[in-house]
C-alpha cells in the first residue's frame, strides 16, 4: 500500500509493482484531448518545479483505449530533488467513477525508467497502489506523461477529475508541487471536467450530454460582468445548463439553456475572484477561476493647521485593509479599514510633507491587493 503521510516506506512497493517506460515506446506525440479541448488547464509556473509544474492534462481515447495525459511546463518531465531521502517525481491523474476515487501515475526516480501504477486515493490513507500499467513519458517542448488507464468500461462517468505531482520525499513529508486545476496542495478542491468513456468518435451521437466546454476571462480589474461561453457535447438544443460561480464560499447559479449548435453563454457579475463550472445533464466543465485586481483612488486635503485628510475608494467594494505609506517607506505611517460601500478615510494630526500612496488589502484574498495614485502631503 502506497500512502502519501508515509510516501517513503511504500515507494520501493508502490515501484516494484509497477511497469518500467520502454526507451522504444517513448516516440511517438501524444494522443490529443477529444475535441481539442483538454480536460484540465492550469496556470505556467504555478509549480515550484517546471518538470512537475502541470499546464494541461486530458483524457484520450485515440489509441483504442483510454488513456491518461499530462502534460508539463518543462520540456522532460523529470525529478529534480535528488538530496531527497527517497528522490523521485510522481504525476498522479485522480479521478471518481462509481462512486470510489481512484488514480493513475507515473512514478520517475532520478537515474533510472519511469514506473506506473493505479489505484485508489483519499486525501489522509493517501495512494494504495493495486498494481501495474503502462505508459509513456515524452520529451520534448512542454513534454507528456502518457497513462493507460486500466479497468474502466465504456459509458462510465469520470468526474472530479485533478492532477497532483510531487518532487521527492523526507519521512513522512511529501514535497507536493503542483494541483491542476488550482495551487500546490493536493487539498485543493478544483477540479477539471467531466468525462464520458467512449464517448469521443462514437459511431452514434449520444442522447445525453458527454461533456461540457467552459470559457471565460482569467482576470478583471474592478467590478465587472462578463460573459461567460461554452459549448455541451454532443450539441443539441434545449439542455438545461447551470453555471455556479463561487466566491468567498458563496455559490450562485445561473441557469441557461443550450442552443442547436450546443452553446450557451451567460453574462456573470465578478465582484472578487471567483470559480466558475457549467453543468449540464451531471456532466461538469472544468472549474475556471477568474481572478479579480482592485483598485484604489485616493484624495488628500491639507488643512491650514498642518494636518490632512485623506479620502478613498476601492473597487470592488469589498473589506480590507488600507496600508498608508510615504514613498520609499516600508512601515507604514497610518492605517485603516474600507467601510461598506468601499470607502476609507484617514486623519492625519501632524503628518510629514512628502508624497504617499494607500495601499488596499482585500480581506481572505477576495481580489488582488493594489495601490493608489500619489497624494502629495505640504
Not at 277 to 297: D, F, H, M, N, Q
Not at 352 to 378: C, D, L
Request: glycine letters at 10%; one cysteine or more.
Amino acid at each position: 500500500m502506497f500512502r502519501s503521510g508515509a510516501l517513503a516506506a511504500g515507494a520501493s512497493v508502490a515501484l516494484a509493482a509497477s511497469v518500467a517506460l520502454s526507451a522504444s515506446t517513448a516516440v511517438a506525440a501524444p494522443p490529443p484531448p477529444c475535441n481539442n479541448a483538454p480536460q484540465i488547464t492550469d496556470a505556467t509556473a504555478d509549480g515550484h518545479h517546471p518538470p512537475t509544474d502541470v499546464l494541461a492534462a486530458w483524457w484520450t481515447e485515440g489509441a483504442g483505449r483510454l488513456q491518461a495525459v499530462i502534460r508539463v511546463y518543462a520540456g522532460t518531465p523529470a525529478a529534480e530533488h535528488d538530496e531527497a531521502e527517497t528522490p523521485g517525481a510522481g504525476y498522479a491523474f485522480v479521478f471518481t467513477v462509481a462512486g470510489q476515487t481512484r488514480y493513475v501515475r507515473a512514478t520517475l526516480p532520478v537515474n533510472g525508467a519511469a514506473t506506473f501504477d493505479h489505484g485508489t486515493y483519499t486525501p489522509v490513507g493517501g495512494f494504495a497502489s493495486q498494481g501495474a500499467t503502462t505508459g509513456v513519458v515524452e520529451s520534448g517542448v512542454n513534454g507528456t506523461v502518457t497513462i493507460d488507464v486500466p479497468g474502466v468500461a465504456a459509458g462510465a462517468s469520470l468526474t472530479g477529475t485533478y492532477v497532483i505531482t510531487y518532487d521527492g520525499i523526507n519521512g513522512a513529508e511529501t514535497t507536493w508541487v503542483d494541483h491542476a486545476p488550482g495551487g500546490a496542495l493536493p487539498t485543493d478542491p478544483a477540479v477539471g471536467a467531466d468525462y464520458v468513456v467512449g464517448s469521443c468518435g462514437a459511431a452514434a451521437p449520444s442522447a445525453t450530454t458527454t461533456a461540457v466546454q467552459l470559457i471565460a476571462p482569467s482576470r478583471v480589474t474592478g467590478r465587472k460582468t462578463v460573459t461567460v461561453t461554452g459549448k455541451v457535447v454532443p450539441a443539441r438544443a434545449g439542455v438545461p445548463v447551470a453555471i455556479t460561480r463561487t466566491a468567498n464560499r458563496r455559490a450562485t447559479v445561473t441557469r441557461v439553456t443550450s442552443a442547436a449548435d450546443g452553446s450557451f453563454s451567460a453574462r456573470i457579475a465578478i465582484s472578487e475572484t471567483s470559480d466558475l463550472r457549467a453543468v449540464a445533464e451531471t456532466i461538469g466543465s472544468p472549474e475556471l477561476t477568474v481572478t479579480a485586481r482592485s483598485t484604489v483612488k485616493i484624495k488628500v486635503r491639507n488643512r491650514k493647521d498642518g494636518s490632512a485628510v485623506v479620502t478613498g475608494t476601492v473597487n470592488p467594494k469589498l473589506p480590507g485593509r488600507i496600508q498608508w505609506l510615504r514613498s520609499n517607506a516600508v512601515t507604514p505611517s497610518a492605517r485603516t479599514t474600507t467601510r461598506a460601500g468601499g470607502t476609507f478615510t484617514l486623519r492625519l494630526k501632524k503628518p510629514k510633507r512628502g508624497r504617499y500612496q494607500a495601499v488596499f488589502i482585500p480581506s481572505n484574498g477576495r481580489a488582488e491587493r493594489s495601490t493608489s495614485n500619489t497624494g502629495v502631503i505640504r
